[in-house]
């Protein structure tokens, strides 16, 4: 069938805007769940950002929540990263950061009379990745900050089997019990069900309970706590 008079010919292999929007829309169709992205609900490195596409060296758009997690070479964006609110199941998007740039910029300021943006970073992609090649991330603080550039500094030159040597468990590994108590009291005693609660305590020497106060008194001892007899 001949082009119609007048229509610019098709490239060849270049995808037009609405085909691209229904191959992204059906790679997010594809993500994988929150619960997949996690080894039984831990991750390799997950928290809360702001985000937002990059227009030059300013922010193209309004910074958006967002939960942010981190696999191997993948970071994925989750929405729903406001304080109190649980991400979705499926994320929004997700970037293939191997070989991405990361850049450490802090303070971003922007035309006035808008104020600057604080604890800012910038992630570079050699191709567009849905739409843009760079993005701005934003924490929360100086030291969450910190902690995203220096994993993700070192995420995006590791190798497979680096990545995978820090997180994946040693699953040959045998299994020491070095304590048969898991709590944090020091207490060996059996537990006592107190309404509806399990409680370990150590009981008192019962003598103490038979002294008077002026015997306590004088040998410099702290008082007993009361007891109700029963």
């Known amino acids: 069938m001949a082009p119609e008079a007048g229509a610019a010919p098709a490239t060849p292999g270049k995808l037009t805007r609405k085909e691209k929007e229904k191959a992204e829309k059906e790679l997010r169709r594809r993500m994988p769940p929150l619960a997949q992205v996690g080894r ?3 991750f390799e490195m997950t928290g809360s950002l702001s985000w937002t596409w990059a227009a030059g060296a300013v922010p193209g758009g309004p910074f958006v929540p967002a939960s942010c997690v981190c696999r ?3 970071f994925y964006v989750f929405d729903g ?5 649980r991400p979705t199941a499926k994320p929004r998007t997700f970037f293939n950061i191997k070989r991405a740039d990361v850049t450490q910029i802090g303070l971003l300021p922007l035309p006035p009379p808008l104020p600057p943006h604080t604890n800012v970073f910038r992630l570079d992609f ?3 990745q849905f739409g843009h090649k760079s993005f701005f991330f934003k ?3 100086t030291r969450e900050l910190e902690r995203w550039i220096a994993d993700l500094s070192w995420r995006v ?4 089997k680096e990545i995978l040597r820090k997180f994946e468990p040693e699953r040959d590994r045998p299994i020491l019990q070095r304590r048969s108590d898991e709590t944090e009291t020091a207490i060996f005693e059996p537990s006592v069900r107190i309404n509806g609660m399990a409680v370990r305590y150590l009981e008192r020497n019962p003598d103490w309970f038979d002294s008077g106060e002026d015997e306590v ?7 007993p706590i ?5």
């Open 157 to 160: 030159l590791a190798s497979e």
């Open 40 to 42: 039984n609900g831990v």
């Open 126 to 128: 050699a191709k567009k």
């Open 81 to 85: 990263g406001e304080e109190g609110s």
């Open 139 to 141: 924490s929360t603080t």
């Open 226 to 230: 009361a007891r109700k007899k029963t």
């Open 217 to 223: 008194a004088e040998q410099g001892l702290d008082p």
């Open 72 to 74: 191997a070479h993948n």
